[in-house]
């Protein structure tokens, strides 16, 4: 079926009207809402979908300020036009309009008996997170969905990097490195096994004595003793992570094993530079084929503010792209991969702590 889809006019509004009676039983869009949606606005988008001067149906996007979400507020469909790819071409219009605004995912709520709208979004690439009880007039539940929106292109992609999932709370470190090496050698092996040998050799602790992660030149280290070409990168000197230990005696265990690993490095002529890190630096050594493992806070995560390795997987003009090895309660594997991170987010993601902390591990292939 031939249509057009183009923004709504104020011409729209008595065949919008007639749509919202007819496709809603309740929560529905009052025309004084529709016509404050057709003021011109950064924060909306506002689509109708037409066949010559019939309305075929429409969708209304919101751009929440201040984040990379969009929310589709709503959509609805000619009940005699169903069927036909008018709400499948809204929503890839809408999408389309949301990434040109920069933004990185979708949301929208649905009503879970909706069964129609719910496979529609599906087919789309939605995907359920939550469920809002007694959220419609009706008292019916809400179905909250997402999408991201944002996709890396394949061609850009120097190295394809594969995902694995940490299996403690404490080897983001070893699980991120596996990735930046199964990249750079598709023979490599991730295994359970694997990953806490890495912890062990790579971490600044011993039972519970302080820090339970990995070090920048401890990760380094354990790269370089299978084969691959390293260098590790660190923005300031001093011993890392003891800002949050109270306990002398652990601040002291953190600082020895510490200085263990520089000396390692300086035997090994493993590079450790002491340097900014620079959103030039990473275009360049992703541009080489190099893979980085990057240290970032969880703050905007999760609100935890805890450090987190992951694999810095791809860049473009707006995003940068990560892997992260720890997917939560409501991301599956796919969401963890190539995840996008706009340029500005990632300045302030990539330091940790009070004295900003940025540091990364380089990894590429050794020469024979």
Avoid at 4 to 16: E, F, G, M, T, Y
Avoid at 63 to 71: E, I, N, Q
Wanted: hydrophobic share 40%.
């Amino acid at each position: 079926m031939s249509f057009v889809i183009r923004p709504a006019i104020s011409a729209d509004l008595p065949q919008l009207d007639q749509l919202e009676k007819n496709a809603f039983q309740s929560d529905r869009l009052s025309l004084r809402q529709f016509r404050y949606s057709l003021k011109p606005s950064a924060q909306r988008v506002f689509l109708v979908a037409m066949q010559d001067q019939l309305l075929l149906g429409y969708g209304l996007l919101h751009l929440h300020k201040g984040t990379r979400l969009a929310r589709l507020y709503s959509l609805a469909v000619d009940q005699q036009q169903r069927g036909k790819g008018v709400g499948r071409r809204l929503i890839e219009a809408l999408e389309q309009a949301a990434v040109h605004a920069g933004r990185l995912y979708m949301r929208l709520e649905v009503a879970e008996n909706n069964q129609t709208a719910i496979q529609l979004y599906q087919s789309q690439g939605y995907s359920v997170f939550s469920w809002v009880p007694d959220y419609y007039e009706d008292h019916s539940t809400a179905m909250r969905m997402q999408k991201r929106i944002r996709v890396i292109d394949q061609r850009l992609l120097k190295n394809a990097v594969p995902w694995y999932q940490q299996t403690t709370d404490f080897t983001c470190g070893p699980a991120a490195l596996m990735m930046a090496m199964a990249s750079l050698k598709p023979d490599y092996r991730m295994l359970r096994a694997e990953e806490l040998a890495i912890w062990r050799e790579a971490t600044t602790i011993y039972m519970t004595s302080g820090h339970d992660g990995c070090h920048p030149i401890g990760l380094g280290l354990s790269a370089r003793q299978r084969g691959f070409k390293v260098e590790v990168i660190v923005n300031r000197k001093g011993t890392l992570f003891v800002d949050g230990v109270r306990s002398r005696h652990k601040k002291e265990l953190i600082t020895f094993v510490e200085q263990q690993f520089r000396r390692q490095a300086e035997l090994e002529k493993m590079p450790v530079s002491y340097a900014e890190i620079s959103q030039s630096d990473l275009q360049q050594w992703l541009s080489l084929g190099k893979v980085v493992v990057m240290l970032i806070s969880t703050w905007r995560m999760d609100g935890r503010k805890a450090p987190h390795w992951v694999v810095v997987s791809a860049f473009d003009d707006q995003c940068f792209y990560l892997h992260d090895p720890d997917p939560d309660d409501d991301r599956f594997a796919f969401d963890c991969q190539y995840v996008p991170i706009a340029r500005d987010d990632f300045d302030r993601m990539s330091t940790f702590g009070s004295r900003r902390l940025r540091t990364c591990v380089v990894l590429s292939v050794a020469e024979d």
